[in-house]
């Protein structure tokens, strides 16, 4: 089972006995290097446009908060 939804800067997904919450980054207003764009676009020789993603936008936050924890096996094979 797999669900996302997102909602402004936050997504929430729910995985495998967990939920996990992410913060999607926002530029700093205050980069030098992008001035609060977030990055820069360029085109490449082949003619397509590309992204460069700036450092300010590395940072990005996850939380997993688990709903219950895993199975533990009480059975002992014989090996």
Same mark, same amino acid.
């Given at each position: 089972?797999? =669900?996302?939804?997102?909602?402004?800067? %936050? +997504?929430?997904?729910?995985?495998?006995? *967990? &939920?996990?919450?992410?913060? +999607?980054?926002? *530029?700093?207003?205050? @980069?030098? *290097? @992008?001035?609060?764009?977030? /990055?820069? /676009?360029?085109?490449? $020789?082949?003619?397509?446009?590309?992204? $460069?993603? @700036?450092?300010?936008?590395? %940072? =990005?936050?996850? %939380?997993?908060?688990?709903? %219950?924890?895993?199975?533990? &096996?009480?059975? $002992?094979?014989?090996?």
């Amino acid at each position: 089972m797999y =669900l996302t939804r997102t909602f402004g800067r %936050w +997504q929430l997904e729910l995985h495998r006995r *967990a &939920i996990y919450l992410t913060r +999607q980054p926002k *530029a700093d207003p205050n @980069c030098t *290097a @992008c001035h609060g764009d977030g /990055g820069h /676009g360029y085109v490449t $020789e082949d003619g397509d446009g590309d992204w $460069e993603d @700036c450092h300010c936008l590395t %940072w =990005l936050r996850t %939380w997993r908060l688990p709903l %219950w924890p895993r199975r533990t &096996i009480r059975e $002992e094979y014989p090996f």
